[in-house]
């Protein structure tokens, strides 16, 4: 008899919403429902996007940790490459619809705003990652690819430092318009707590003997 696969709704649900937010930025377009500056308006939801799915791709390690459930690890990959698509459109629109690709006027700017400059930083972090993200570079190589990809983890905390700036924030003195970016910043600093290795063995052991009673 022919076994069954199971249904890949889990999959197909990260695909989903993995494109919802560029549909409903199409369609506040198309319908004129963006602010008076529609430019500015995609290019911040894009980056806020960027943030969300990082931030999605940090959880699903603590998640299969805590409760066991291995389902979520293939995802993992596709939700961190969402991730770098929506931080890619963030980028593309600030070049091409702010400035048209105008590098004259470009290059003088990242130079003069820390902003910026963090946001070249966080997405020169992420590149790699994204690149070396599939199978081929998995088997080629080896546990250089695990060191690699822990690269994600500064990269995160980068990324939220070029957020709170770009809201003309100071997570350092605590002043500002900081408050998604500091709580950002605190989830991933948790997430990291909980991918570090005794704390995911205590975890483990934990759930291990707390299922062992039922």
Known sequence: MKKTRPFPWLQIAVHVIGWLPLAKIILDFATNNLTINPIQEIEQRLGRIAVYFLVATLTVTPFYTVTGRGAVLPRRRA?????????????????????????????????????????????????????????????????????????????????ILHYALSLKGDLFRLRGNITQPLIWGLVILLLLVLRLSPVRRWISSTRRKVFSHH
């Open 79 to 159: 939700l961190g490459l969402y991730s770098f698509f929506y931080a890619s459109l963030h980028i593309l629109i600030f070049l091409g619809l702010d400035y048209g690709f105008n590098f004259s006027q470009i290059f003088p700017l990242l130079i003069g705003k820390l902003y910026l400059i963090v946001g070249v930083l966080a997405f020169s972090l992420l590149l790699p990652l994204a690149v070396t993200s599939f199978d081929y570079f998995i088997r080629r190589m080896g546990r250089n690819w695990k060191r690699l990809h822990w690269l994600i983890y500064p990269a995160g905390l980068v990324v």
